[in-house]
């Protein structure tokens, strides 16, 4: 597979990619019961934070049988959810299909199956009690305590996508809908998005046949969605968009570019194999000046970083959650100083 990562002559902009690639067939109905859920928390004073989660994927062929992969399992996504449902926000949780969820997260089928903490009661003849392993019972209690409550409180909305087309569609839709939640509403961008895509007039519609040898294809760069979501989207939304790198000396660089070119609130910068344990806050230092002449100097860098080894337990979206909540309401009372 070839591909010009730096060619401009195959990148679309927004607008032509919305004018040429068709909208995922369930759109409106996914549109309209967000349009409820934002109505309903408008009515009850919340503030909503949009968090997108998990890998998109490129399909090859119409009649899809390969496609390109991002890489996420979606624990940032679905672990920082719950941490905003109990900061007191309002979450849709937009997430590549089967990826992990807030509160399910906990039982994934690979890393804590949920059938190996089953017990059957020996002395029901019948076998029909099961019970809860008392090693686990605590935790289970605790997360099935919040989840009843969550969807009692209808806090909780899921959206779902499995393409990087589903996904641009989904989203800028999605941020339309919440721009009347004016200053109040939050974007979380953890969603690992594809840089590249095959427009739908050059997909092959059928299983690509391998009988030629080797596989050539050309992908067209995916618009840089960030900057019309910033500029005409959501024009008050607070927004976290995160860069991802597996070089470490890209990070910083690569975070500081992304924020500049946008002109959002914040970026954070993780590394592939760190994530788990540290991540670099990037915002800018001043908003008045312009986006295309700033320094490092102009950038507020913060590191948040947790001790494994100390606390195994311990979620560094915890920490995220809260320094973002910390900002979001700062800039909630900077829109009321006179
Ligand atoms: C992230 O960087 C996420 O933190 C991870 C989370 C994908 C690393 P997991 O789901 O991983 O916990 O397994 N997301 C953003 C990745 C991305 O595609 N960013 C774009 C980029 O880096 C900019 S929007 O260019």
């Given at each position: 597979?070839?591909s010009?990562?730096?060619?401009?002559?195959?990148?679309?902009?927004?607008?032509?990619?919305f004018?040429?690639?068709?909208?995922?067939?369930t759109?409106?109905?996914?549109?309209?019961?967000?349009r409820?859920f934002?109505d309903?928390?408008v009515?009850?004073?919340?503030?909503?934070v949009?968090?997108?989660?998990?890998g998109?994927?490129?399909p090859l062929?119409?009649?899809?049988?390969r496609?390109?992969d991002?890489?996420?399992?979606g624990t940032r996504?679905?672990?920082?959810?719950?941490y905003?449902?109990?900061?007191?926000y309002?979450?849709i949780?937009m997430?590549?299909?089967?990826?992990l969820q807030?509160?399910?997260r906990h039982y994934?089928h690979?890393t804590?199956?949920f059938?190996?903490f089953?017990?059957i009661?020996p002395?029901d003849t019948?076998g029909h009690?099961?019970s809860?392993?008392?090693?686990?019972?605590?935790q289970?209690l605790?997360?099935l305590?919040t989840?009843?409550?969550?969807h009692q409180t209808?806090?909780?909305h899921?959206?779902t996508?499995?393409?990087?087309?589903?996904?641009?569609?989904?989203?800028?839709?999605?941020?339309k809908?919440?721009?009347i939640?004016?200053r109040?509403?939050?974007?979380?961008?953890a969603?690992a998005?594809s840089d590249f895509?095959l427009p739908?007039q050059?997909?092959?519609e059928?299983?690509?046949?391998?009988?030629?040898?080797s596989?050539?294809?050309?992908?067209d760069?995916?618009?840089?969605?960030?900057?019309p979501l910033?500029?005409e989207?959501?024009?008050?939304?607070?927004?976290v968009?995160?860069k991802?790198?597996?070089?470490p000396?890209?990070?910083?660089p690569?975070?500081?570019?992304?924020?500049?070119?946008?002109?959002?609130?914040?970026?954070?910068?993780n590394?592939?194999?760190?994530?788990?344990f540290?991540?670099?806050?990037?915002s800018p230092?001043s908003?008045?000046?312009?986006l295309?002449?700033?320094?490092?100097g102009d950038?507020?860098e913060?590191?948040?970083?947790?001790?494994?080894?100390?606390?195994?337990?311990?979620?560094?979206?915890?920490?995220?959650?809260?320094?973002l909540?910390?900002?979001?309401?700062?800039?909630?009372?900077?829109?009321?100083?006179p």
């Amino acid at each position: 597979m070839s591909s010009s990562s730096e060619s401009s002559s195959n990148s679309f902009s927004a607008e032509k990619y919305f004018a040429t690639q068709p909208p995922p067939s369930t759109l409106e109905q996914d549109v309209s019961r967000v349009r409820e859920f934002v109505d309903r928390q408008v009515a009850e004073g919340r503030k909503v934070v949009l968090v997108t989660s998990g890998g998109t994927t490129v399909p090859l062929e119409l009649n899809v049988v390969r496609f390109l992969d991002n890489f996420s399992a979606g624990t940032r996504g679905a672990t920082s959810a719950e941490y905003f449902l109990k900061a007191g926000y309002a979450v849709i949780f937009m997430h590549r299909q089967f990826s992990l969820q807030p509160f399910s997260r906990h039982y994934s089928h690979s890393t804590h199956p949920f059938l190996d903490f089953l017990d059957i009661d020996p002395t029901d003849t019948d076998g029909h009690k099961i019970s809860v392993t008392r090693a686990e019972q605590a935790q289970l209690l605790n997360v099935l305590t919040t989840y009843k409550e969550v969807h009692q409180t209808g806090a909780l909305h899921t959206l779902t996508f499995v393409t990087v087309n589903d996904y641009l569609w989904m989203l800028r839709a999605v941020s339309k809908e919440l721009s009347i939640l004016g200053r109040n509403s939050l974007f979380y961008l953890a969603a690992a998005v594809s840089d590249f895509f095959l427009p739908r007039q050059k997909m092959s519609e059928h299983k690509i046949q391998s009988g030629k040898g080797s596989l050539h294809i050309e992908m067209d760069q995916v618009p840089k969605i960030l900057k019309p979501l910033v500029n005409e989207w959501t024009r008050e939304g607070f927004i976290v968009s995160f860069k991802l790198e597996t070089d470490p000396d890209l990070l910083t660089p690569k975070s500081r570019t992304a924020l500049s070119r946008y002109g959002h609130q914040v970026v954070i910068g993780n590394d592939l194999h760190r994530r788990k344990f540290e991540v670099l806050f990037v915002s800018p230092a001043s908003s008045s000046k312009p986006l295309d002449d700033q320094r490092p100097g102009d950038f507020v860098e913060t590191w948040i970083r947790i001790d494994l080894a100390k606390d195994p337990s311990k979620e560094i979206e915890e920490d995220i959650v809260a320094e973002l909540v910390k900002r979001h309401d700062a800039w909630i009372r900077e829109a009321k100083t006179p």
